[in-house]
Structure formats: C-alpha cells, structure tokens
C-alpha cells in the first residue's frame, strides 16, 4: 500500500533555532500534501495545505512566515519551523493526496515530535 | 463550517465487553466520513470509512453506519481486545476536497 514517511520522527531544540521537517510519499506521486498539529489530548488542526509546484494554503491564525511550507516534488514536501519557541512544542503530522482528485486517498505520515527547549 | 463532535473523556473497558464511540458531524452537503486510529506513538491509519447516507464501514471488527437522519457515525466494536487501546478519531471530509475535520479524538483503553 502507499507509504508516507515523516523525518525526523523526534526532535528537540533550542529556542530561536529552525527545524525542518521532510514528509515523502515513498510509493505515489502526491500533488497535495497536508500539514496538521496536534496539541496532547486535542484533535489534529490542519495548519497548510501544500501543493507541488505552488505556494502553500494556510488556515486562519497560522502564521506562514513562521511554518514556511515547501512542495519542490512530486514525493516531497517539507516544513520548517522558523525561529522555533517553547509554545510551538507539539505533535506535526503530514498527509499526502494521491492525486488530484478531492476524494481520492489520503495517507498519514507518523507524525514528528518536536520539543522546543 | 464543517465540524465533528466525539463524546468527551477516555474509554476504559475489559477485554471482551463492547465498545460504542459517538460522533456526530454539521456538514454542509454530501461528506464522506471516516474513523481513524492512532496507536502509541504512530501516526494516523484509517480504520473504516463511509462514503453515502446508510453505508456501513467495517474493519477489524469495527463497525460504523452513516445516518444522515441523525447526523451520525459512531463507531461500535462488540469484542475489545488489549490490541484495540489507541485514540480513535473521527472525521470528515466535505465533498471534492480532502481538508478533513477531525473530532477531539477518544483515548481507550482495553484491561485484561
């Protein structure tokens, strides 16, 4: 079946450092990829929808010069926490499209956990 | 907007009794539902989906009907096994688009 694989899966930081998170589609092309947080004990809130080849869509209240979002391929987009804080400690998860069509699969990375000291 | 209710708190039950998550959505036209499982420290996989009103979503023993009367997916499952502690969410996903909306999750635990 279709892999996505997040990396890294753990990190940990020092306050005002950059990470940056890689989301591939190891088996599929994925011309749209999504980027969630997940607070403990809260849902997911989708913070981006990525698109290869374009700029990311962000959702209300998340800032886009903070979660730079980059789609250069077909297999990969990434995110990359900028000048990363103790409050942007949490759980990321990606998703990827297999293809254009809004309704066809989605598949779940397995999240990276980013503590920010 | 298009939102996802699950009942509030964990689960917590004994192997072999009977599991039922509610989850109710508001959506505008025709979405797609889903019921998705996290296991400890994995990401997300899709445990059953339904794509229409009265269509019944099933795997592993899991078992999920859409009621569009009721505005309803909830998820039952009549055999617990330990295996079955995760966090199961429940989503949505508006016709066209796969900007899902998750519920708050549910957090089970299966006791031997």
């Known amino acids: 079946g279709a892999v996505v694989s997040q990396h890294p899966s753990w990190v940990i930081c020092k306050s005002g450092t950059s990470v940056k998170i890689e989301c591939r589609s190891l088996?599929?092309?994925?011309?749209?990829m999504f980027w969630y947080r997940q607070f403990p004990k809260q849902s997911l809130m989708l913070m981006a929808t990525?698109?290869?080849?374009?700029?990311?869509?962000?959702e209300q209240g998340v800032e886009k010069d903070k979660f730079l979002i980059n789609h250069a391929s077909l297999t990969l987009s990434t995110l990359t926490v900028t000048s990363a804080h103790p409050e942007d400690s949490s759980f990321y998860i990606c998703?990827?499209?297999?293809?254009?069509?809004?309704?066809?699969?989605?598949?779940f990375g397995n999240g990276t956990r980013l503590t920010v000291t | 907007g298009d939102s996802v209710t699950q009942m509030e708190g964990p689960v917590t039950l004994s192997e072999e009794a009977f599991l039922t998550i509610n989850c109710t959505y508001t959506?505008?036209?025709?979405?797609?539902l889903f019921w998705y499982v996290q296991y400890p420290g994995e990401g997300l996989q899709l445990l059953l989906k339904?794509?229409?009103?009265?269509d019944k979503g099933s795997n592993k023993g899991f078992e999920a009907t859409y009621r569009k009367e009721t505005t309803s997916f909830h998820l039952e499952k009549g055999s617990v096994q330990v295996s079955d502690s995760a966090v199961y969410f429940c989503?949505?996903?508006?016709?066209?688009?796969?900007?899902?909306?998750f519920g708050k999750g549910n957090q089970v635990v299966v006791i031997p």
């Open positions: 998703s990827a499209q297999e293809n254009r069509d809004g309704n066809s699969p989605l598949h």
């Open positions: 088996d599929f092309q994925a011309t749209t």
């Open positions: 990525s698109n290869e080849g374009s700029k990311a869509t962000y």
């Open positions: 959506a505008t036209g025709y979405p797609s």
């Open positions: 339904a794509t229409k009103a009265d």
């Open positions: 989503a949505l996903r508006p016709y066209g688009n796969n900007r899902l909306a």
